[in-house]
């Protein structure tokens, strides 16, 4: 069922993304402009020019082998003399040389699959392209573990069986033995001090692939527990949990498109299952292209061959979408019922000055079946408005909007130690769906003051939020999207509030990114809010 789901997704999205080819250049092209890893989907058009199956309508097409050919000489013609990529965005924006990581992965694959279709010249003229960067690869100190240097490491890998060097599979190992050593117990790996959801995908779409291919170093627990990670949090409607994200904010998904990590997920009956929950949530008209084709390599090789002994039984958490759910995962903790689901978290990261490293300041998320993510959206930096907690001195002056640590009291409460206070949030939903929330900080000091930001996610209509506010009850209603927060306290929204995007050059983010920030001052050490 896995397999055919994709194949036929795989087949729709190839169909369509062939309207993006511009024939003159051999690019494929975004919204007119252009980036280097959009030409990885020419791995997609080998494997399916290569794959004889029903409803694939690209089988030994010629126009298709042409794609492929002119797609590829579009990589040769834009690299520099040592083999590097400007890194270029869509929107022309310039980064610098690269030997970008995906695109020399996709590219090696498609070597692979085409190489005995390619007239000699054009097989040559891709190695002199692609050697540069695997010897590159192989030069370097394999100490740094990270996203990038791990992918390349799985690249070289590949490239060593691909071209019968066992050094460059020597040299690979050593960077996923530290992969495994350096995982930590919650499932993920550090960037800046904690997790990034999004990027912990690409650490185990790298080791799946590098389990796929043999590689001597068993990662299979450490897949496990990344699988445990992700299922614990994912939404019911497939979306990344960006509460405990380091660098990436929330962005609704109508259907998934990106298949990064399901590669390393396909290892394990926990990533199977984590898998399955997902199956109908993926788009099948513009899904991701190259790391599709992947998966569908792994699984064409798993279920045709009977001896390949590559699924384990490893178990994890129940469904991710159950209806119902009570869990704590290392730092943060998960409430689901009637509906909504509330996501807390006690990760607590030092500032840093990379524009990578989002401030840990955001500490609770909630989720609502029929309006997608209603309150939080991520963290930003430099921003103190975006900050769950604000601690201030005399004449309003910021203290403190980072917290020092935090920990989890229980399921749903957490406790957070800020430079001159010590503050909680808790919450819980009963079941009728209605959420409380209460916000608690006790002052070091007479003289300090507090308040808190709480990020909401209406409706923009040209920049402007569809927000309703009114009194009922001698309470303050705050209404959007079918939804009423109510409460006592002074207020002031702001909206559209943006947090700083580390993609940008400028930091600018799209109004996708942006908050209504609900500021509230509160005039004694606890308030409550009601959801409903």
Known sequence: QIREYFFDALVKSATNYLNTFDSKSGRFLENGGWAVTLQDAVLAYAYLYTTEKEGNPFYKDEKIFNIILKGVQALRDFQYPDGQFEFIKTDGSKWGPIYMPWTFYHWLETYEIMKNYLPDNVRGDWETGLMPAFISFSQRDNNYLHNIPLWNSMSLHRAGIIFNNDNWKKHADVLFQKAVEEQHPDGYWEEHGGPTVTYNYVYIHAMGLYRFHGGSIDVTEALRKSAMFHQAFTYPDGSTVETIDGRVKYRKVEKRYSTTGLTGLLATSAGISYIYSLLNLFSKDRISLPHTTSLLIMLDNILDNSNVDFIDNFAGYANFTNESLELIHGKGSIIRKANRQVVLSSY??????????????????????????????????????????????????????????????????????????RCTIKARIDDSGAILITYGAQKAEDFLSWYINIPLKPQFNNSVAEI????????????????????????????????????????????????????IYPKKDSISIKIV
Do not use: M
């Open 468 to 519: 309703k506010e009114y009194k009922q009850d001698d309470k303050n209603v705050v209404e959007f999207s079918g939804i009423y927060l109510s409460f006592q306290e002074d207020y002031k929204i702001t909206a559209p509030s943006f947090p700083f995007n580390p993609y940008a050059k400028d930091g600018s983010s799209s109004i996708e990114e942006a908050a209504a920030v609900l500021t």
């Open 348 to 421: 607590t990261v030092p500032l840093c000055d990379s524009r990578w490293a989002l401030d840990r300041q955001s500490f609770i998320s909630i989720w609502d079946k029929n309006s997608g993510l209603i309150l939080g959206s991520g963290n930003s930096k430099y921003q103190p408005g975006h900050s769950s907690f604000v601690i201030c001195g005399k004449d309003g002056n910021v203290i403190s909007y980072t917290p020092l640590s935090a920990r989890h009291l229980s399921l749903g409460e957490v406790e957070l130690l800020y430079y001159g206070a």
